[in-house]
């Protein structure tokens, strides 16, 4: 008689453990495409080197961790894929988060998507090479100028010799399915391209789109409408680098023509609710006050409709 309640309580502990499971398919089935933000800050990251601003001060022997330089992570848990969109300086952090968010057994994506040549944005491909985990044919998503400088140049050139990695060519405004679930859409931008083309990225899951612009010289440069983009979209992750003239005044702003926050929102301020609350921004140089939220800066952003990336948030694709 002893052994009924060992025997009940062996039943009950399974019938536990079988409904979470069912809850967590449940919630996959329920999101079988996610994007996850894996960084938020501008290339040479937070504390930025030798900056001994108010800022940046104390952080430099205990760095938070969760001011990694920008970078998107995108799962497919049906076909149970990762993508990583750029390959930061925090590659190795990111690729783990996307790993553990994915309940996967590898560190590694199925596919890393580059939007251009600057630091933050490709440098992390380093550790695909022998020096660190040795990988073997990791799908590399680059257009056509950036292939090239990846296949001509070291150390770069050396992970496609050694088939660390598998380059695969996109072209502007061509639709790349990676399966039934999701594609890709790249669309050139105007920036600082000295070694390669700079794109943006549409992503489109099975009921969501997300466009994907971490680095853009100022919206009339570019050849597409901002404004209609962000109505076609559900999110809308774009370049809030510095929010105003007041954070570079002793350089010269023609040299770092990106739209500043307050000049993107007098853009947008006619949109409606609905379409401001698609606007997150994201890819915060360190003199940035929207990385603070308890800012007066920031405080005015949400107020204004608009939203602010914030490292780890998940969105539903």
Known sequence: ??????????????????????????????????????????????????????????????????????????????????????????????????????????????????????????????????????????????????NDFLENNGPWEQLVTTENIELTILHHKK????NNNLAVTPYKVPHRDEYSETVGYLIEGPSKKALFIPDVDKWKEWDMDIVDMIKQMDYVFIDATFYDGEEVNNRDISEIPHPFVIESMQLFKDLSSADKGKVHFIHFNHTNPLINAESKQAKKVLESGFNIAQFKDVFTL
Not at 175 to 178: A, G, I, K, M, P
Request: include cysteine; aromatic fraction near 8%; charge should be negative.
């Open 1 to 146: 008689m002893k052994k009924l309640p060992i025997l009940l309580l062996f039943i009950f502990s399974c019938s536990i453990l079988k409904a979470q499971e069912s809850k967590k398919e449940s919630s996959q089935s329920n999101a079988d495409v996610s994007l996850i933000i894996l960084g938020t800050i501008q290339d040479a990251g937070s504390p930025h080197i030798s900056c001994e601003k108010e800022c940046c001060m104390g952080l430099h022997k205990d760095p938070p961790a969760d001011r990694l330089v920008v970078s998107l992570g995108v799962v497919d848990f049906t076909n149970d894929k990762t993508y990583l969109f750029e390959a930061s300086p925090d590659f190795i952090s990111q690729t783990r988060i996307l790993k553990d968010f994915a309940a996967k057994s590898s560190d590694i994506p199925d596919g890393i998507f580059l939007t251009h040549a600057h630091i933050g944005h490709y440098t992390g491909l380093m550790y695909l090479g022998k020096e660190s985990i040795n990988a073997q044919g990791v799908n590399v998503y680059t257009m056509p100028k950036m």
């Open 175 to 178: 639709e790349l399915r990676l």
